[in-house]
């Protein structure tokens, strides 16, 4: 029997029913689309702490157990046994490729990486100080001027090429910000290399020297990019969502992802656990920045700790932390005193009652950046590595919705607090 719940107003007494909808796993939701013919109310909820924003079949968290399933697969085996473009056709098209399937979108991955010199043009206009991310979600957006003629989002066809665009060319507009913030010559992409080879390809080659790329590096950021590919409905792919239910174009749709991404209490945690790093200094100083982190008139936050969802461990925070070891060592760096400062402030945070009170635990940005940081990725790139990974995420979910007949533009509505109805004063009586 389907479950239903019963709304009641305690002051007239009128009632209404509203059914619950049950996901494969997961809390039910409640139906309230009836609630405000019903009731002539809205519901409030700011922040979304109880509100399921849309139905979707790509990503499954459950923050309390610390589990995370792409397309129901547990984010620890794909980190294990998958790589990060086998992933992205995993969000995007919902099953495992086949051989032939994933040979022919790396094939199209691999060959859509050039962009429009017109585009790469777009850099000179930029302060060579300015902030890789101002640039990526300025130069993302004005995509959409070269390929107009293949964005009508109602056509299967059109919606493909797009994802295959925005996979295959941000990592070379990220290379091209960094290019430009140091001044050197932009490095074209090598069809050779796979996907992150290139990239870091892209980043760190010159024309003037060979350039060898590190394989434990690539694997590094391959597997940074799979834990970082999708997280349902956080606010960077809602932004996403939201946009593109307007119709507007997918590159308008993921620019604004990527200006999302960029605050940091989301994507750009990963830059300031590092400058929280570099601020503590040493171990001594650990209990004094912990005692401002908890003064409520001090405002302080242990950056990379603490999630909207998970009140556990963030499965990748694990993942990532293990990883830190390898790569470190692996690269002749494990003597890395900031992971050091780092595995010391969260084994402090972890037994001490304020973060233990209110669950707060490591989340997927505390030890990205050290990674990182040992592979010679800046600080101010942080963010867009992440934005570079979680377009995978942003395409499937883009295209979960377009591709829904019943597809609404997001339009929620308020509590209006302003003023009632007044009328126009002249100047002269103000
Ligand atoms: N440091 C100190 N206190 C914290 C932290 C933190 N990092 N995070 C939450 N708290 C405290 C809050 O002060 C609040 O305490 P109170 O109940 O005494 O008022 C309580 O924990 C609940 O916190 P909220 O801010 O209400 O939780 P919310 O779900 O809105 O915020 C967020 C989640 C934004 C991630 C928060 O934990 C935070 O700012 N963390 C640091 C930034 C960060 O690492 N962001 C990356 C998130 S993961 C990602 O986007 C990739």
Redesign the pocket.
């Known amino acids: 029997m389907s479950k239903k719940y019963e709304l009641k107003n305690l002051t007239s007494g009128k009632t209404s029913e509203h059914k619950a909808i049950s996901g494969t796993i997961g809390p039910d939701v409640i139906d309230i689309s009836n609630l405000t013919k019903e009731q002539g109310a809205f519901t409030f909820d700011p922040?979304f702490m109880a509100t399921a924003s849309t139905e979707s079949k790509i990503t499954f968290i459950d923050g309390d157990a610390g589990v995370l399933l792409y397309r129901g697969y547990p984010v620890e085996q794909l980190a294990e046994k998958s790589n990060f473009l086998e992933v992205a056709t995993l969000l995007i098209n919902g099953t495992l490729p086949t051989k032939p399937e994933i040979e022919a979108f790396t094939d199209s991955i691999t060959r859509h990486t050039m962009v429009n010199e017109q585009l790469l043009g777009f850099f000179r206009g930029f302060h060579h100080d300015a902030h890789p991310m101002a640039m990526v979600s300025a130069v993302v957006a004005s995509m959409a001027a070269f390929y107009h003629d293949t964005m009508h989002i109602g056509d299967p066809r059109h919606r493909e090429i797009f994802a295959h665009r925005i996979i295959a060319k941000l990592p070379t507009i990220a290379a091209a910000a960094y290019k430009h913030t140091l001044g050197q010559p932009f490095i074209y992409p090598r069809n050779d290399l796979r996907y992150c080879s290139n990239m870091m390809n892209m980043f760190f080659a010159v024309p003037c020297e060979p350039y060898g790329i590190d394989p434990v590096a690539a694997e590094a950021l391959d597997l940074l990019f799979i834990l970082h590919a999708d997280h349902e409905q956080?606010a960077s792919t809602s932004t996403v969502r939201l946009a593109g239910s307007t119709g507007t174009n997918p590159y308008a749709a993921i620019s604004a992802g990527v200006s999302a991404l960029w605050g940091?209490?989301?994507?750009g945690?990963n830059e300031?656990v590092l400058d929280m790093l570099d601020s503590i200094g040493s171990v001594a100083n650990i209990d004094k920045f912990l005692s401002r982190?908890k003064d409520k008139n001090d405002n302080v936050?242990?950056?990379?700790?603490?999630?909207?969802v998970y009140k556990n461990f963030d499965p990748r925070a694990k993942i990532i932390r293990d990883m830190c070891y390898k790569v470190l060592q692996k690269m002749g760096k494990s003597n890395n005193p900031l992971f050091e400062l780092s595995l010391r402030l969260e084994e402090i945070a972890l037994k001490d009652d304020y973060f233990v009170s209110?669950k707060?635990y490591p989340?997927?940005?505390f030890y990205s950046g050290i990674i990182y940081s040992a592979l010679g990725i800046p600080r101010s790139m942080f963010t867009v590595m992440f934005a570079i990974a979680r377009t995978a995420g942003w395409v499937a979910h883009w295209q979960e919705m377009v591709s829904d007949p019943n597809m609404k533009i997001g339009r929620p509505r308020q509590l209006y607090t302003g003023p009632i109805k007044r009328d126009y004063q002249p100047i002269e009586k103000r």
Do not use: E, K, S
Not at 264 to 267: E, F, Q, R, S
Not at 301 to 308: A, E, N, T, V, Y
């Open positions: 922040g956080n940091p209490a989301h994507g945690a300031a982190v936050r242990l950056m990379g700790f603490g999630h909207r209110r707060l989340n997927v940005d």
